[in-house]
């Protein structure tokens, strides 16, 4: 039985008017005719009566529909997922993120990713940074966004950039660096710095320790945190100097500075990367939506920078 059957049929169970149902369907009312009378053939039953008041469902006409949409979702079911196989189409991309840094651009991309590839189930969670390499490792993830601390994520991933950030200090509003536009390591040596745990931030840990082993700051002024929003809190009780990424900032609290390091060295990049041998075809997609809204937020900031 044509599937084109049970769509027309639907519709005029909808309309109860063959005239309408006919210039919906873009046929003539007597193929419309012919081609409900041809159904109820097939399956020997009377689903519609005529009378001077329109047209109704019978009660076997009522159950049938009930059938015949089910039947109608179930093939359309079936022929995206065969669409999706021939094209190569894998119907979910997990994606793990880091919150502050990637809210805004996955914003945006979700709602441009839904609109081109409505089919594809995006399932996003958002994490820690240490957690973020070994779920995607052991393949939790299909596609993290997340910074560039740890080098060797090259060596077993592809990696696509988002844009730069730049370490910072951060201190409270009256602090006497405060008003500063940036400020050195040097600057820093009397100060307790809060600095992340070499446990739980692997390559950001790595990263932060060599800026201030270079300066040797002694052991008794740095205080590692666990918790990098934990770290501002204490910024903004007074007890030392954070240094965190100035992304951070967005949603950090009005009563502290960020006061980005001095120097190219301390700058960073957020990036996205997927493991080289994931062919799940919908992570080259999102790479792709991901260009246009990188694109397209780069060229907004040059606007309004002039």
Not at 211 to 239: H, P, T, W
Request: proline fraction near 2%; include cysteine.
């Amino acid at each position: 039985m044509p599937i084109s059957l049970l769509r027309e049929f639907i519709v005029l169970s909808k309309n109860l008017n063959f005239s309408i149902t006919a210039q919906q369907l873009y046929i003539t009312q007597s193929v419309l005719s012919k081609h409900i009378a041809l159904l109820e053939k097939k399956i020997g039953l009377t689903l519609l009566t005529r009378n001077h008041h329109g047209v109704e469902l019978t009660a076997i006409g009522k159950l049938f529909l009930v059938e015949a949409i089910a039947i109608v979702n179930r093939y359309d079911e079936g022929m995206k997922k065969v669409k999706m196989a021939v094209y190569g189409i894998k119907a979910e991309l997990r994606i793990g993120y880091l919150y502050a840094h990637t809210k805004d651009i996955l914003v945006l991309s979700i709602q441009l990713f839904k609109k081109h590839y409505p089919h594809i189930e995006l399932k996003l969670m958002a994490c820690e940074y240490g957690k973020l390499a070994q779920k995607l490792k052991n393949s939790d993830f299909d596609l993290i966004l997340t910074v560039n601390f740890d080098k060797d994520i090259l060596s077993w991933c592809n990696t696509y950039k988002l844009y730069e950030d730049v370490l910072c200090a951060v201190v409270c509003n009256d602090h006497p660096l405060a008003k500063q536009r940036n400020v050195t390591i040097h600057e820093l040596n009397s100060e307790r710095i809060l600095m992340p745990s070499n446990d739980d931030f692997n390559g950001y840990a790595t990263f932060v320790n060599e800026i201030f082993n270079s300066e040797k700051l002694s052991q008794d002024r740095k205080i590692r945190y666990k918790c990098i929003n934990s770290s501002l809190l204490m910024v903004e009780a007074g007890y030392g100097v954070a240094i965190v990424p100035q992304k951070l900032k967005v949603n950090a609290s009005k009563k502290i500075c960020f006061i980005p390091l001095k120097g190219e060295q301390y700058s960073f990049d957020v990036i996205a990367a997927w493991r080289k041998s994931n062919n799940n075809p919908a992570i080259k997609k999102f790479i792709h939506i991901l260009s246009q809204v990188r694109y397209d937020c780069f060229c907004n900031e040059k606007i309004e920078s002039f």
